[in-house]
């Protein structure tokens, strides 16, 4: 089966950096994906990987390393309103999106 | 510019009555998506549309039926609700299906069965 996996929830400092991993098992790999989802509003995208390496695009990195089926955002200088969800996923052989559960991240000032 | 609009908001339905679930795009985007998201599962894929005139069916079709007879409109229909379909339904859209093209998402429908 198919299958994405993230830490439920995470707890960092307003100012800090945190790392949060996503690994994946699925049938075909065409990317992946990182999107943000703030509590009662609709997901929004924040990254795509397809090749190995790290993306950078801002405050908001990107890590992917297929042959490990694992990615991770990183998120530098934290804000408040950086507290969300933030959502992995996969496309797959069929150009589908596979989605993880999410982690909430919580920051604290 | 609206992006991809859903219409309703929220609503509750007795259980065995018909609803449509209405998502347009302005984007001219050739591929739509219906998901659902319920609390601690990932989004789930319902119903897709690569390309107007065509759908098919995702992780959890049952119960669910679409039609694409336009680019821009991509509706969502329970033929008789059940509880179980409770949850936030959000209508997506992107360029393409393949590719690194993101998907850009409505602001969902909550739907409650009772």
């Known amino acids: 089966g198919q299958n994405i996996d993230q830490p439920t929830e995470m707890t960092a400092t307003e100012g800090a950096i945190v790392q949060i991993n996503c690994t994946y098992q699925?049938?075909?790999?065409?990317?992946l994906f990182w999107y943000q989802q703030h509590a009662g509003e609709a997901p929004t995208f924040l990254s795509y990987?397809?090749l190995d390496g790290l993306e950078e695009k801002g405050r908001f990195s990107s890590f992917l390393s297929r042959s490990k089926g694992y990615s991770y955002l990183l998120l530098k200088e934290l804000q408040m309103k950086d507290s969300a969800s933030y959502l992995c996923?996969?496309?797959?052989?069929?150009?589908?999106?596979?989605w993880g559960a999410g982690t909430k991240l919580i920051i604290k000032p | 510019i609206a992006g991809i609009t859903q219409a309703p908001t929220s609503q509750i339905l007795a259980a065995g009555r018909r609803m449509t679930l209405r998502c347009t795009q302005d984007m001219r985007h050739n591929a739509m998506y219906w998901y659902r998201q319920d609390l601690g599962l990932g989004l789930r894929l319902i119903h897709y549309s690569n390309t107007a005139g065509t759908t098919g069916k995702g992780e959890v079709p049952d119960g669910y039926s679409v039609s694409r007879a336009n680019t821009d409109d991509f509706p969502l229909t329970l033929a008789s609700a059940v509880p179980s379909q409770t949850s936030v339904y959000f209508c997506?859209?992107?360029?393409?299906?393949?590719?690194?093209?993101?998907?850009?998402f409505g602001p969902g429908t909550r739907l409650t069965v009772l």
């Open positions: 990987n397809v």
């Open positions: 997506a859209s992107s360029e393409e299906v393949a590719g690194g093209h993101e998907q850009f």
């Open positions: 699925t049938s075909g790999f065409n990317g």
């Open positions: 996923a996969v496309k797959d052989s069929n150009y589908q999106l596979i």
